[in-house]
T-cell receptor, first 115, second 110 residues
Framework: DTEVTQTPKHLVMGMTNKKSLKCEQH?????MYWYKQKAKKPPELMFV???????INESVPSRFSPECPNSSLLNLHLHALQPEDSALYLC??????????????FGSGTQLSVL | KQEVTQIPAALSVPEGENLVLNCSFT??????LQWFRQDPGKGLTSLLL?????REQTSGRLNASLDKSSGRSTLYIAASQPGDSATYLC?????????FGTGTRLLVSP
């Protein structure tokens, strides 16, 4: 299994809603990532989890709250989002952080629209 | 801060042409360089990873090269096909972090 699975594929939410994005991998990878991608722009790193601990937070607003319940799962909790947060949210995993030559595996993303 | 630029931003070619996509980065202290493919509204698929000690990698019709001293990488696609139409992104890897380029949108016409 070389897949990273993200759910849901599409999400529409109001600015007062609370929702969660989910990501799962069964490749035994110990690093997991959240990226945000606006239309026609490259992905931008949001968070990195290394061995289930948050290792990088790229100054992301607190309305985005990541969680790594175990080594296979990664969640992104959303609360009080703004319309400008509408984007494609991508999850990725790699074998382990700090190893210079590792390959990243990406999920197909969640297309989020905030109304 | 690492910055990655890709030229051209868009490219349209007829089927069968060989083509070259370019990637430039500002910080030569990268661990490796990856090339990805992204279809519209979809996630990224890793195509090739060039380790910092390597100069090139090949996979099928794809060949990627890396010249750290000049801060450049190229992706060569041989005998292009309509199925190659997608956005191609390069990314330089530092510790845990990929810095993506701006992408090249490729359209291969039958």
């Amino acid at each position: 299994d070389t897949e990273v699975t993200q759910t849901p594929k599409h999400l529409v939410m109001g600015m007062t809603n609370k929702k969660s994005l989910k990501c799962e991998q069964h490749m035994g990878h110990r690093a997991m990532y959240w990226y945000k991608q606006k239309a026609k722009k490259p992905p931008e790193l949001m968070f990195v989890y290394s061995y289930e601990k948050l290792s990088i937070n790229e100054s992301v607003p607190s309305r985005f709250s990541p969680e790594c319940p175990n080594s296979s799962l990664l969640n992104l909790h959303l609360h009080a989002l703004q319309p400008e947060d509408s984007a494609l949210y991508l999850c990725a995993s790699s074998r382990g952080p700090g190893t210079a030559n590792e390959k990243l595996f990406f999920g197909s993303g969640t297309q989020l629209s905030v109304l | 801060k690492q910055e990655v630029t890709q030229i051209p931003a868009a490219l349209s070619v007829p089927e069968g042409e060989n083509l070259v996509l370019n990637c430039s980065f500002t910080d030569s202290a990268i661990y490796n360089l990856q090339w990805f493919r992204q279809d519209p509204g979809k996630g990224l698929t890793s195509l090739l990873l060039i380790q910092s000690s390597q100069r090139e990698q090949t996979s099928g019709r794809l060949n990627a090269s890396l010249d750290k001293s000049s801060g450049r990488s190229t992706l060569y696609i041989a005998a292009s096909q309509p199925g190659d139409s997608a956005t191609y992104l390069c990314a330089g890897t530092g510790f845990q972090k990929l810095v993506f380029g701006t992408g090249t949108r490729l359209l291969v016409s039958p």
